[in-house]
């Protein structure tokens, strides 16, 4: 059962990335606005995700079926959710709207997620006392749903920045922009250079004192540009770090993640630096020509029904579910973990949107600068409150 979970997870992968190429040629469509509303090639790039969306509920069953419970609790699970519950936000928001651009873009991003998910350890482990309740699986999918509808405001509010900032010549706009772009590729760059050292089963082991004051290995599956602080390389012939982690670094294997952090930062910027070479000019500018021809005043309605839908269903599983269970786990509905903090954050955030939207007349370009910061603060959430900052949810 495993097995076919895993293999229906690549299937999906594989259709999504058809789909988006699908979606691509339906925007070199000429006749009138068929470019960017909804024509046979969009058609088949809208089934297309369905049936990829298909391949993935049908991982999510197997190896729930094969687990034993909802799988949605260690990284791996929760990401390759997360991609897919965008999947669906985005398979709703097309419905209603029906518009080709949102697929061109909404699609690469729910792979760079689920691809991302991919670099995380991928076996299937027995629950932990902590996760052991029915409300892991009302909790974490709900709130997940509603990050994963979230995220389709990002991806309109990004098709009308790049749509509607003139390129013609630098400025800080320009420049925020070509700053988002890079972040996309530096995940992009991470999964790439993850899956080469991967391949090559690139290890190299440190012996240094951890987190606990005790003296203990440490094994990096990445080139060691930044190594732990006074430890010492064990094995041969491997590249040396450039560099300590700072001592006063925090967290379980806090010197691996930073290495992992500045080969993402690395890689981003090798790939971004390529573009650039390639094309002449900022990737901004590359993208605007595609999107002449779209209805800027329709995807700033999609980026804020996004958050109409998102947000209300993201506020009833992020917190009010997540408060019951706290309640049940632990004899109080709210301690300030920073997990709490975050999602308490981001509910704070898309409701100052809302107000700022519907009372104080926000549209356009502040809109999708809001919708593409929102998306940030997710992203922040789900990687450095997961992996570097220590809570009752480090455990995920």
Known sequence: MAELSSSLLYAAFIIYFIATAVFAVALTVKKSDEATTMNKWGRWGYILSIIGFISQLGYFITRWIASGHAPVSNLFEFTTFFGMMMVLGFIVIYAIYRLNVLGVFAMPVALLVIAYASMFPREIEPLIPALQSNWLKIHVTTAALGEGILAISFVAGLIYLIATINQSKGSKKTGWLEFVLYTLLSTLGF??????????????????????????????????????????????????????????????????????????????????????????????????????????????????????????????????????????????????????????????????????????????????????????????????????????????
């Not at 987190?211 to 012939?237: C, M, Q, R, S």
């Not at 967290?251 to 930062?265: C, H, V």
């Not at 519907?358 to 990687?383: K, P, Q, Y």
């Open 191 to 396: 999964i790439l250079v993850s899956l080469y050292f991967g391949l090559t089963d690139y290890q190299a082991t440190f012996n240094w004192i951890n987190e606990n004051e005790t003296e203990a290995e440490l094994v990096y599956e990445l080139p060691a540009i930044a190594g732990p602080h006074e430890g010492e390389l064990l094995t041969e012939d491997k590249f040396g770090p450039l560099f300590e982690a700072p001592s006063w670094m925090e967290g379980i294997d806090a010197p691996k993640k930073l290495n992992t952090f500045i080969w993402s930062l690395l890689s981003g910027g090798m790939l971004y630096g390529l573009l650039r070479l390639l094309l002449r000019k900022r990737l901004g500018a590359a993208l605007q020509p595609l999107l002449k021809n779209i209805n800027t005043e329709l995807v700033d309605e999609i980026s804020y029904r996004s958050v109409a839908i998102g947000f209300p269903v993201f506020t009833l599983g992020a917190l009010v579910f997540a408060m019951i269970w706290a309640q049940e786990a632990w004899t109080r509905f709210w301690g300030w973990d920073p997990k709490e903090v975050w999602a308490l954050i981001t509910f704070l955030f898309y409701a100052a949107y809302l107000h700022l939207r519907l009372t104080r007349d926000w549209h356009g370009e502040r809109s999708a600068w809001l919708c593409v910061l929102g998306f940030v603060i997710i992203m922040f959430n789900l990687i450095a409150v997961n992996l570097v900052i220590a809570g009752l949810h480090s455990y995920a």
